[in-house]
């Protein structure tokens, strides 16, 4: 195994140019309610900008995003640092919980119509289009400033669902099963995976649009509109720069991950069986592993302690380990919905928010 990134060892503040030990960044969205929920209780209420409080309990986070957050209030406390991180070197890394029907994919995609819009202003966007024409933008300014460095910076991606502990390239949907290997060079990785350049928008977009019309959502009895697969979208971002003066040139390289999480409900089996009753298990491994690993990392950063960290149980966290506790700035988006009649899930979610908001994640700029 690699050896990891020391996420227990603590540096001062702005000890070494290029690390940052900041944590997890957690944010709640409360969704509006919709129609049914509207005729019953609403229990959550947003009490300043950064708490809330349910059935008379307070929970803090780093933000509290009320019913009438804007996609763009969204982008703004989660998106635009993502991108400046990412410029900066880092690895980012955002993930969408919460259950099924809270917003999770509201948040990162936006509602899908407004993908298809060519209109990229559309209101309705979600993080990630926005992540990306702010990127291309910001892109071309730093390629203009440092034009004397011939500094140049080249972005790929790819689209991958976890569905079943089985990893579906979205972007060609007949690659399934795919298994993710790890090796001193290139870290963790998905073999096979397909990489596409992007440039503009217009190419984000495309992915975009191909890769969601791959995902597949499972139909239960209970709720055939259940998202119960985990979808993670990675642009790796990599710079070359000359400096005239003397001739040596640094190559930087970082990725963003924007993760939309499965439902995070208990799931009821009531009229599963079978292959169903299968994935609703394998669903709950990646999921709750994801929730174990929280609470161990949670408990390092408090402690102080060491002890082994199963990222090797899931393919969500053998994937994604290094934002989890490693090399990566992390932003959580917890979504809830206001409700009574989601009252246990909420209070599930907030926990589990609480709990990341523990973790020290330890970002260091890959340069060479
Ligand atoms: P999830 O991905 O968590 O299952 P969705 O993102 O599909 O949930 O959201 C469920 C429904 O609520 C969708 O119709 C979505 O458009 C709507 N919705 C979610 N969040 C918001 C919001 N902040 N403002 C308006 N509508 C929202």
Redesign the pocket.
């Known amino acids: 195994p690699l050896k990891r990134k020391l996420y227990t060892e603590t540096l001062p503040e702005n000890a070494v140019p290029g690390i940052s030990d900041s944590g997890v960044k957690v944010v709640v ?4 309610p ?1 129609k049914e929920e509207e005729e019953g209780e609403i229990i959550v209420q947003k009490v300043t900008s950064d708490s809330l409080s349910i059935n008379g309990q307070t929970f803090t986070f780093d933000s509290v ?1 009320n ?1 009438d ?1 804007t ?1 763009l209030d969204i982008f703004q406390l989660v998106g635009a640092p993502l991108v400046e991180n990412c410029l900066a070197g880092f690895n980012s890394s955002v993930f ?1 919980y ?11 995609w936006g ?1 899908a119509n407004a993908l298809l819009e060519e209109n990229l202003s559309s209101d309705q966007q979600g993080l990630t289009p926005r992540v990306f024409e702010r990127l291309f933008a910001r892109i071309n300014e730093e390629q203009i400033k440092h034009a004397d460095k011939q500094l140049k910076y080249q972005c790929r991606c790819s689209f991958l669902e976890i569905y079943n502990e089985q990893i579906t390239d979205l972007l060609d949907p007949n690659q399934r099963n795919l298994q993710i290997r790890e090796d001193v060079k290139s870290g963790v990785y998905v073999e096979n995976l397909t990489e596409e350049y992007v440039s503009s928008m217009k190419d984000v977009t495309q992915l975009l649009m191909k890769g969601l019309s791959n995902r597949r959502t499972g139909a239960t009895s209970i709720n055939a ?3 119960r697969s985990h979808s993670v979208f990675t642009c790796v971002v990599e710079s070359r720069c000359k400096s005239v003066a003397d001739g040596i040139s640094s190559f930087k390289t970082s990725r963003i991950n924007l993760v ?1 999480l499965a ?1 995070s409900e208990r799931q009821k089996l009531t009229g599963a069986a079978g292959e169903r009753l299968k994935e609703a298990g394998n669903i709950n491994r990646s999921l709750s592993q994801l929730g174990n690993l929280i609470n161990i990392l949670a408990e390092i950063s408090q402690t102080g302690k060491q002890r082994h960290i199963p990222y090797r149980d899931s393919k969500l966290t053998f994937l994604l380990q290094e934002s989890l506790g490693g090399n990566a700035k992390l932003a959580m988006v917890c ?1 809830i919905s206001p409700a009574q009649s989601c009252k246990s899930e909420t209070f599930s979610t907030l926990r589990f928010a609480q709990r990341a908001k523990a973790i020290k994640n330890k970002a260091v700029v890959n340069e060479v």
Not at 29 to 32: A, D, L, T, V
Not at 98 to 105: A, F
Request: no cysteine; hydrophobic share 20%.
């Open positions: 969205r409360m969704r509006p919709n995003a019913t957050a996609q969408a919460g259950q099924t029907g809270s917003g999770k994919t509201y948040t990162i509602p509109e259940s998202s939309d439902g979504a």
